[in-house]
């Protein structure tokens, strides 16, 4: 296969627990595509929070598509909004929180997977929600009425 694509609408997302305040969308991973990193939106919503986890062996990028926010990461924090980046090392432990009124939405990548897309996938099922999809093809959430 020498791409794949991904449907927005008709994409799966999972909660990791039932309590968790944020969710992920798949896009690419090495279940839909033999890789071995994974690439997801993550969604938060307001007052939503990464428990404080570190990753032994992976990297873990985010890019800020809509929201603002702030990251921990090794006891600093920063804040994060539309359009900017963070990577995390090995061992950093971190903490991305939507500091917003309104979701925040990250592409987040992890290189190599580490069993993240696995735990994600054993979640819970959750519906892909109408304003996620109008903010993530870039239309204003009053495109949609």
């Known amino acids: 296969m020498a791409f ?13 627990s039932p309590t968790d305040t944020n969710y992920f969308v798949m896009l690419f991973d090495h279940e839909s595509d033999r890789i071995d990193n994974i690439f997801v939106i993550e969604i938060f ?4 929070a990464t428990p404080p986890n570190e990753h032994a062996a992976a990297h873990e990028f985010f890019h800020v598509l809509h929201g603002e926010g702030v990251a921990r990461c090794d006891g600093k924090t920063l804040p994060i909004s539309k ?11 971190h903490v991305i929180e939507n500091t917003g009124t309104g979701k925040l939405y990250c592409l987040t990548v992890m290189t190599p997977n580490e069993g993240f897309a696995e735990l994600i996938r054993s979640g819970e099922p959750v519906e892909v929600e109408a304003d996620d999809i109008a ?9 949609q009425r």
């Open 83 to 93: 359009g900017d980046s963070l990577l995390l090392h090995p061992g950093s432990e």
């Open 45 to 48: 919503r307001p007052g939503g």
């Open 135 to 143: 903010v993530l093809q870039g239309r204003n959430l009053t495109d």
């Open 4 to 16: 794949s694509v991904e449907n927005l609408a008709q994409s799966k997302a999972f909660r990791i």
